[in-house]
């Protein structure tokens, strides 16, 4: 094995450890790392889910009334 192909497989090996503890630590909280308080925890209400939903249908809105040709 090269030192390059090490290189490598040592990356992967911590990118792949880096997503197993921010997992487990988004299981453990119960709320993920979007905001600084989580509005959704004990609620199941999600301000941040309602805005970019709000901005998706703006988006496809504005996108259905173009009368432009891609």
Known sequence: MSPVDAIIVVA?????VACI???GK???NGCSE???S???HGKGDC???KRML???DRALARAKS???QR
Do not use: E, M, P
């Open 12 to 16: 992967v090996v911590a990118a792949f």
């Open 26 to 28: 988004s299981q453990k």
């Open 54 to 56: 709000a901005d998706a």
């Open 38 to 40: 989580c509005s959704a």
């Open 66 to 68: 173009c009368d432009c």
């Open 47 to 49: 301000t941040a889910a």
């Open 21 to 23: 503890r921010y997992l």
């Open 34 to 36: 979007c905001g600084g």
